[in-house]
């Protein structure tokens, strides 16, 4: 092989590697893609390139970002074949908090018709992370403004305590009322306690006596048998006596609140109740049931509500000197949360801290728009006295941030907890 001959095939060898880094550089395909034009106000940091997912499934590609007048004008790369719908929405997703962006396509319905090719759409901005910090945080020093100052939130917590006033002077009246039986049944109690326990003192003595032959029920039994028959009855009556205290003791041991929450929603300017059955077993430790968002789902209300009406509540709870622990059903959803008193036995022991997260997996559409993070609530409740306090709260602060503000009322029930204690008495077994 002479010299020009292995010039030559050198100089092809080259030019085949330079045309293939050419190629791949230059991010050429053979793939047949058609254009659509998505425009933005924001697109949070969403790099050339990135990719286009449809439904989750890679189907094109961003050719270019510019800026059009006081827009942002993402131009997209879709893969030939790929059916966009006309009701599709554009927007800017994430693989992680911090990880890289890419453009969601929300898939539309067949009825809506198809995209054509060469269509600008309009997408839906996505705002930053530091923004949405930013916001969060000025929410947070709106809120304890409003709390140490005569802002709005003063003004509808006196306008929601006014509408009450009626309510909780009928619930004195009924727990005033209630209270000489409950009373009442509570002295019969120990007085009949009192009595079992006179009962199981003289039986003691009668068995002993009987035991050792002594006085005239000791004569009559004098027979061994008999004194054995005699030794039984009396200890088969104390057993039951034992029994009886213990059940006594068991009607008394539970305690009951009913409680009502009122909660008004300034976004929609409507109104929801959640009420509800607290039951303490014992100290420390409750079951709570009752419903959610109560509400006639006919009700017109103004602006979109995202809550879901008329769920369950249930859940189990710790009472942990400054704070309550609970974990069950939130809203018709798994979840958790805390109540925590900040100032614990002091003079503002009266605030409450209040942090609960549900519904963990949500990832669905609401009333048109899609949700994909779990529900966090975060609030302030301040007890008026022992029946009533109010607060407010920021629901939803990974989506649609609302203000609501609440108003509790709490009384404890005495009759439920009897008729708790006598359900018990089925579960007592005696022992001999």
């Known amino acids: 092989m002479n010299g020009e001959t292995k010039v030559g095939i050198f100089v092809l060898v080259g030019s085949i590697l330079f045309g293939t880094a050419i190629f791949l550089l230059g991010d050429y395909s053979f793939e047949r893609f058609y ?57 800017v997703g ?72 009626d309510v909780t002077a009928n619930i004195n009246d009924l727990v005033a009322t209630s209270q000489p039986h409950a009373e009442k049944a509570m002295e019969r109690l120990d007085s009949i306690t009192a009595k079992l326990d006179a009962m199981l003192t003289k039986t003691d003595q009668i068995v002993d006596k009987i035991n050792s032959g002594q006085g005239v ?50 976004a929609t300017k409507g109104s929801k109740d959640d009420f509800g059955i607290k039951i303490y077993p014992r100290p420390g430790r409750y079951y709570y049931l009752g419903g959610s968002n109560m509400l ?35 809203r018709g959803a798994g979840g958790a949360g805390m109540r925590w008193k900040p100032f614990f036995n ?13 519904d963990f997996t949500r990832y669905r559409r609401i009333k048109g728009r899609m949700f994909r993070n779990p529900r966090y609530d975060v609030g302030v409740d ?10 407010v709260r920021l629901n939803d602060l990974a989506e649609v941030k609302r203000v609501q503000y609440t108003t509790r009322l709490v009384f404890e029930d005495k009759d439920i907890s009897y008729l708790l204690g006598f359900a018990t008495l089925g579960s007592l077994k005696s022992t001999r």
């Open 296 to 330: 006639n789902k006919k009700d017109r209300v103004q602006g979109t509500d995202y809550e879901t009406l008329n769920t369950i509540d249930a859940q189990l709870g710790w009472e942990l000197n400054a704070f309550d622990l609970y974990a069950g059903i939130l």
């Open 382 to 391: 301040v007890a008026l006295n022992k029946y009533l306090s109010a607060g």
């Open 35 to 91: 254009p659509v034009y998505a425009e933005f106000s924001d697109v949070a940091g969403l790099p050339d390139k990135a990719v286009v997912k449809l439904s989750g499934v890679e189907v094109g590609k961003i050719k270019r970002i510019y800026l059009k007048d006081d827009k942002v004008i993402v131009q997209l790369a879709v893969r030939d074949g790929v059916k966009i719908y006309r009701d599709a929405r554009f927007l």
């Open 217 to 266: 029920a000791g004569a009559l039994v004098s027979d061994q048998k008999m004194k054995e028959n005699v030794s039984d009855t009396l200890n088969n009556l104390k057993d039951a006596s034992a029994s009886a205290k213990a059940a006594l003791g068991r009607i008394g041991g539970y305690r009951t609140f009913l409680k009502w929450d009122f909660k008004y929603d300034p």
């Open 346 to 358: 002091s003079k503002w022991d009266r605030l409450v801290v209040i942090v609960e997260g549900s």
């Open 94 to 165: 994430s693989t992680s908090m911090i990880g890289s962006k890419f453009l969601e396509v929300d898939q539309g319905t067949p009825a809506a018709g198809v995209l054509e090719a060469g269509t600008t759409v309009r997408g839906e901005s996505a705002v930053p992370l530091d923004r949405a910090l930013a916001n969060a945080v000025a929410s947070v020093e709106g809120l304890v403004k409003d709390l140490r100052g005569n802002g709005d939130l003063g003004q509808n917590l006196n306008d929601v305590l006014n509408n009450l006033k």
